[in-house]
């Protein structure tokens, strides 16, 4: 096997899940949709994948497609491996066993969802009791013990949500999202709306989390600084593709494709040099993709190829994949431009 | 070197001020629904801040730190408490007459931070961009109207001709930004108050929009404040950086000392916390936020000493006074990080 090819795919085996293929479409008012277009990537055990992408970039709807969670409006193909099962093909009983216990969803925005009238600790209870059967006493238990895993004192879960600060609540559900031992968790922007400080606390609790849990996650954010911090590997999203994936490393260090050097150097940083930067040209497009490169209309590098045939993801330099003409023709990059 | 207040102040003032906010303080009264107990919310407290000619001060705080209140009381927005603010050496809270406080509004002008709500979705761009000129009476011709609106839009790099008659829903936030941006520049104004300019745009956009500031900053000869959480953006945009807590000044400095020198507890746990591999600060862990504090209830002494992993019995006791410990760095601490 290419050693190369196994960097930006992580190292083999060990593969909690496998999403191949993944399209989904919505049915709207103005027409179909597809939101997500031929999305293949997968998660190793113990490994975080940053999903990072700007909004209706299709990131949400990868992941809520995992869990199966998509209204009746959306089509989705492909195929999502999880110990050798599809969960496409999952039936509802089958989804009752594989939601929650083997796959946890902090959804957006989910600190703001916890029930105001109802303890904190007891929304936990609750949680665990409807996935399975064990007695009130033992889930209380197993309560205390989430929550303390997650740095909030057990005495707490008697408070109620109003009582908890915004980067508490967001622990809780992260207690809540762990109650069953999942091997692989979803967080879908789980630090946005939180203060730097709390932030900061909320990442080193992911990784404290994932090395001593040995769990999985894949961390949904339009934030490149924060995925740069938690993610082992990171996959770029761009108007329903991943336009790049690989090694943290290799993606946000020394990006390939053209649209994730624009978005890493995009970005006003607090520390380094100082340096003037520029902006990349027009809008993320919403709904109708251009033809062949969706990247192309706002790509400095583009040239006549790009306009009429879909690059595929392919080995770059750094070792990433990235979905670009100009990896396999790094001659057509003007020098001058750059 | 610890100066007596009146030369802190003078410190503080560079040479011609635009703008000066002394002492200023903001109390908002909320009568808590249940119990009919009025509790005082204490958005800002004591703060006193000079703007010179030309440069861009970015406030930076958490939420619920007041840097929006402070913001929007300079707008005169809101109405202080106690203290006052200078506008050209005039308290702006102290007009006598009508056109002395529409002078005001014409030259301190206001973006904020969500375009998808601060521009009328009935109105066309053209109707935003031009009805402040006409209510101050500053386009009365007609026929000179479209001029000026193209201009003001050719200048925010959108185009006139495709863009004019469109309504807000039609256009996406970043073009949605820059209308916002030439409204509140359609009256020339001196000082532009941006809060959150650009967090709730992509981050593909938000560059767009910080450019276009800086541009126009340097070609319009104005004076930026800039309300952020973003420490990148205030570092971008900013000459001097001010740090909120808690409804009051901690830590004021130029760009570069403030980032590299922090000397307040807090403005170093802000740094420390700045995701990214790049980050050179070492991590510093402070307490969790004490929830028995608020804004309605802020601790005793130094506010931050509740999570200050260096406070001592003094910052319980005794309130700092934000203190000049560099040439132009002024810090409200007890025992501050290399000083």
Redesign the interface.
């Known amino acids: 096997m290419n050693q190369l090819t196994t960097d930006a795919d992580g190292p083999p085996g060990n593969t909690v899940i496998e999403v191949k293929d993944l399209s989904v479409t919505y049915r709207t008012q103005l027409g179909l949709m597809k939101a997500v277009d031929g999305v293949s990537f997968r998660i190793n055990k113990g490994e975080i994948l940053g999903l990072a992408g700007?909004?209706a970039c299709g990131k949400t709807t990868t992941a809520l497609s995992i869990m199966r969670l998509l209204g009746a409006n959306a089509t989705v193909e492909g195929h999502i491996g999880l110990d050798g099962k599809d969960v496409l093909q999952m039936t509802e009983e089958e989804l009752r066993n594989f939601r929650w216990k083997q796959v946890s969803l902090i959804p957006q925005g989910s600190m703001n969802s916890l029930d105001p009238v109802i303890p904190v600790g007891s929304q936990i209870v609750e949680a665990i009791r409807a996935h399975d059967d064990s007695s009130k006493s033992d889930a209380r238990k197993t309560t205390e013990k989430l929550l303390s895993s997650v740095?909030i004192h057990p005495s707490r879960a008697k408070n109620y949500p109003h009582?908890?600060?915004g980067?508490?609540k967001q622990r809780a559900v992260i207690a809540m999202a762990l109650a069953l031992n999942p091997s692989l968790v979803i967080a879908d922007e789980p630090t946005t709306a939180l203060?730097?400080?709390?932030?900061?606390?909320l990442?080193l609790l992911l990784q404290d989390l994932k090395n001593k849990l040995g769990i999985s996650f894949l961390f949904v954010s339009?934030?490149?600084?924060?995925i740069?911090?938690?993610a082992d590997r990171v996959a770029v999203m761009y108007a329903g593709k991943i336009v790049e994936i690989g090694r943290k490393i290799d993606v946000l260090k020394n990006p390939s494709h053209p649209y994730t050097q624009?978005?890493v150097n995009?970005?006003?940083?607090?520390?380094?040099n100082?340096r003037?930067?520029?902006?990349?040209?027009g809008?993320?497009p919403t709904g109708i993709w251009p033809t062949g490169c969706r990247f192309h209309p706002?790509c400095e590098f583009a040239f006549e190829l790009c306009k009429q045939l879909e690059p595929k993801l392919q080995l770059s330099n750094s070792g990433s994949q990235a979905a670009c003409h100009l990896v396999s023709q790094p001659e057509r990059k003007d020098p001058g431009k750059q | 070197m610890k100066l007596p207040e009146a030369q802190v102040q003078n410190a503080i003032s560079e040479p011609s001020p635009i703008l000066e906010i002394r002492k200023l303080t903001v109390h908002f009264q909320r009568r808590e629904r249940l119990i009919g107990r009025k509790t005082t919310i204490r958005a800002v407290d004591n703060v006193t801040l000079t703007l010179a000619e030309g440069e861009t001060l970015s406030l930076v705080g958490e939420s619920g730190s007041g840097k929006s209140t402070l913001a929007r009381t300079v707008m005169k927005l809101n109405q202080p408490t106690d203290g006052t603010i200078l506008f050209r050496g005039q308290d702006i809270f102290e007009y006598q007459r009508g056109e002395d406080l529409k002078a005001f509004r014409k030259r301190v002008q206001m973006i904020f931070q969500d375009p998808y709500e601060s521009l009328n979705p009935q109105s066309t761009v053209f109707n935003t961009v031009i009805e402040p000129r006409i209510i101050h009476g500053l386009a009365p011709d007609k026929d000179e109207r479209s001029n000026i609106a193209s201009r003001m839009l050719s200048m925010v790099g959108l185009d006139p001709n495709s863009k004019l008659d469109r309504y807000p829903h039609e256009l996406s936030g970043g073009e949605r930004q820059r209308v916002a941006i030439a409204r509140a520049l359609s009256l020339e104004p001196e000082l532009l108050v941006a809060d959150e300019p650009v967090s709730m745009l992509d981050v593909s956009i938000r560059l767009g929009i910080l450019n276009l500031l800086q541009k126009l900053k340097q070609d319009l000869k104005l004076t930026y404040l800039v309300i952020t959480h973003d420490l990148g953006v205030a570092r971008y945009v900013g000459t001097r950086i001010a740090v909120m807590y808690f409804g009051q000044i901690v830590e004021i400095a130029e760009t570069d000392e403030l980032i590299n020198h922090p000397m307040h507890h807090y403005t170093s746990l802000l740094l420390s916390s700045i995701p990214g591999t790049e980050n050179p600060q070492p991590l510093v862990v402070g307490s969790d936020v004490d929830f028995s504090y608020s804004a309605a209830n802020p601790p005793s002494g130094c506010r931050f000493r509740t999570r200050c992993p260096k406070a001592q019995d003094k910052c319980a006791s005794t309130e700092p006074k934000l203190t000049e410990l560099a040439r132009g760095h002024f810090v409200a601490c007890h025992y501050p990080l290399n000083p």
């Not at chain 1, 203060?195 to 606390?201: C, F, H, M, N, S």
């Not at chain 1, 339009?222 to 924060?226: G, I, K």
């Not at chain 1, 995009?266 to 380094?272: A, E, K, N, T």
């Open positions: 700007e909004s740095s009582e908890f600060s980067g508490m203060d730097v400080v709390v932030q900061k606390q990442l339009h934030d490149l600084s924060v740069g911090e938690i624009a978005l995009s970005v006003p940083r607090v520390f380094g100082r003037q930067l520029r902006s990349i040209p809008n993320p706002r």
